[in-house]
């Protein structure tokens, strides 16, 4: 079973920063493709970064120069460093990962979501 566990969430005000965390764990094989979503209150859920296994990363353009996503393969983690954030960026933040387990079956697999809110 494998299990995504995301960290780094909170209360901060505009133009401040966070740094999100999710670790993948369990019986993982391989993982490819990994990302970060939000949902805003009454809306649907976005994608917001993603990042491939050998770590070209792409960003949807409202955070473009702000955010930036990262990887570690040896720890099965991604990041999501937040910068200049703006109140719009309230969101529950999921992490997202495409993960080949035990199986031998590729899943997408998604963390319980971290709130992050931002203050004006």
């Known amino acids: 079973q494998v299990h995504m566990v995301e960290s780094g969430g909170g209360l901060v005000q505009t133009g401040g920063s966070l740094r999100l965390s999710c670790a993948a764990s369990g019986r993982i094989f391989s993982i490819n493709d990994m990302g970060w979503y939000h949902q805003a209150p009454g809306k649907q859920r976005e994608l917001v970064a993603a990042?491939?296994?050998?770590?070209?990363?792409t960003y949807v353009d409202s955070v473009k120069g702000r955010f930036t996503i990262s990887r570690d393969n040896a720890k099965n983690t991604v990041y999501l460093q937040m910068n200049s954030l703006k109140p719009e960026d309230t969101a529950v933040y999921y992490c997202?990962?495409?993960?080949?387990?035990?199986?031998?079956?590729?899943?997408?697999?998604w963390g319980k979501g971290t709130l992050v809110t931002v203050s004006s």
């Open positions: 990042i491939t296994r050998g770590a070209t990363p």
């Open positions: 997202n990962a495409k993960i080949l387990a035990s199986d031998y079956v590729w899943r997408d697999y």
